[in-house]
């Protein structure tokens, strides 16, 4: 396992509704959802559920992760240009993102 810290923004057109985010911890630690700690507990499966949502949301989540030995995920990496690049094997997708420079 791996520790992990993740901080999602994003907006909602509809503030006071929800919405989920999908993760797979073998652990986590907290939740921090606009400021506020959400139970660990409200984590069903792989779903978390993100209520009372505002115009403008920022998520954090602390948890321990496992690795994974089948390639599926995200890969970052280098390309012969010195671009950097983030390629993902999920669910069969292949795709490569170019990661803004200066970005970890």
């Known amino acids: 396992m791996f520790g992990s810290v993740t901080v999602v923004r994003f907006g909602c057109r509809e503030p006071g509704s929800a919405s989920f985010i999908e993760l797979r911890p073998a652990r986590v630690r907290r939740i921090v959802l606009n400021g506020q700690d959400l139970d660990p507990v409200t984590l069903q499966g792989n779903r978390l559920p993100l209520p009372g949502l505002r115009e403008a949301n920022e998520l954090r989540v602390e948890a321990d992760m496992p690795y994974s030995r089948s390639g599926a995920g995200l890969h970052r990496f280098t390309d012969a240009s010195l671009r950097r690049l983030l390629a993902d ?11 803004r420079s200066g970005a970890a």
Not at 89 to 99: F, G, I, K, S, W
């Open 89 to 99: 094997q999920l669910d069969d997708l292949r795709r490569a993102l170019q990661v």
